[in-house]
């Protein structure tokens, strides 16, 4: 893999420059936001761009769309902390059932702040982004985004990333997962995600947002993911201290 230096998209400029509003509290929790014709004329970009720059904040969870009553600021959740680093694969393949993915895009971009911040890294590194449906026997279970900041794959095949990403990792730069942090919360799917998960517009979904870290605490992979709700279901064991 050949690293091009690139400017930074629109959509990411237009995602960064909404995010600050966010944080700033100029949109505060809770708030509908303006719709994405007229986000598009207030940033002078298309409404494709626009739907882009909105979807990228609906993954990270700080913006929620809302059936019939467009998109929201999202309101700050009660978070409850999840044990073990769940792997989709091993997780299928104990249910008996045959893991696969179809790739839906592979390129590098400039990190948004939100890439740079879950990854540690400085605004404007260059990323990898892979996009997978998941299935088991077939059957979609989820739509998968990750970024993993280039310079951890740069000299790795397309296969090696697809296929075998952390196997490959600990096997060729003594790389291995050490923990993750994962955040979930309930959304519907838009016609996109439901176009590719084989299921209706406004379907139930599960969201999960996940950072994995090395052994060093080196965080290396930032995956927002959305599984349909009643084809998967995450599950949490607790002991008493």
Same mark, same amino acid.
């Given at each position: 893999?050949?690293? @091009? %230096?690139?400017?930074? %998209?629109?959509y990411?400029?237009?995602?960064?420059?909404?995010?600050?509003?966010?944080?700033?509290? /100029?949109? /505060?929790?809770?708030?509908k936001?303006?719709?994405?014709?007229?986000?598009?004329?207030?940033?002078?970009?298309?409404?494709?761009?626009?739907?882009?720059? @909105?979807?990228?904040?609906?993954?990270?969870?700080?913006?929620?769309?809302?059936?019939?009553?467009?998109?929201?600021?999202?309101l700050?959740? @009660?978070?409850?902390?999840?044990?073990?680093?769940?792997?989709?694969?091993?997780?299928?393949?104990?249910?008996? $059932?045959?893991?696969?993915?179809?790739?839906?895009?592979?390129?590098?971009? %400039?990190?948004?702040?939100?890439?740079?911040?879950?990854?540690?890294? $400085?605004?404007?590194?260059e990323?990898?982004?892979?996009?997978?449906i998941?299935?088991?026997?077939?059957?979609?279970?989820? &739509?998968?985004?990750?970024?993993?900041?280039?310079?951890? @794959?740069?000299?790795?095949? $397309?296969?090696q990333?697809?296929?075998?990403?952390?196997?490959?990792?600990?096997?060729?730069?003594?790389?291995?997962?050490?923990?993750?942090?994962?955040?979930?919360?309930?959304?519907?799917?838009?016609?996109?995600?439901?176009?590719?998960?084989?299921?209706?517009?406004?379907?139930?979904?599960?969201?999960?947002?996940?950072?994995? &870290?090395?052994?060093d605490?080196?965080?290396?992979?930032?995956?927002?993911?959305? &599984?349909?709700g009643?084809? &998967? /279901?995450?599950?949490?064991?607790?002991?008493?201290?």
């Open positions: 893999m050949n690293r @091009v %230096p690139k400017k930074t %998209p629109v990411i400029q237009m995602h960064n420059q909404m995010r600050e509003w966010i944080n700033t509290r /100029e949109w /505060e929790e809770g708030r936001i303006p719709s994405e014709r007229d986000l598009a004329l207030q940033f002078d970009v298309s409404r494709m761009t626009a739907r882009q720059a @909105v979807n990228t904040l609906v993954d990270e969870g700080l913006l929620e769309r809302r059936r019939g009553a467009g998109t929201f600021v999202a700050e959740k @009660v978070r409850e902390r999840m044990s073990g680093v769940p792997s989709f694969t091993e997780t299928v393949e104990r249910q008996g $059932k045959q893991p696969a993915s179809k790739l839906v895009a592979f390129h590098t971009k %400039p990190a948004s702040i939100s890439e740079a911040e879950k990854l540690m890294i $400085k605004h404007n590194e990323v990898l982004i892979m996009e997978r998941r299935t088991a026997d077939g059957i979609p279970i989820c &739509y998968e985004v990750a970024t993993i900041p280039f310079k951890f @794959v740069s000299d790795l095949s $397309k296969t990333i697809t296929k075998q990403l952390f196997k490959t990792l600990e096997m060729e730069k003594g790389l291995r997962v050490e923990r993750s942090e994962q955040t979930i919360s309930a959304t519907w799917a838009s016609e996109s995600i439901a176009e590719m998960l084989g299921i209706k517009r406004g379907s139930s979904v599960l969201r999960l947002r996940q950072v994995s &870290y090395s052994q605490g080196t965080p290396f992979e930032y995956v927002r993911s959305q &599984y349909v009643d084809r &998967y /279901e995450f599950f949490l064991e607790a002991t008493k201290k």
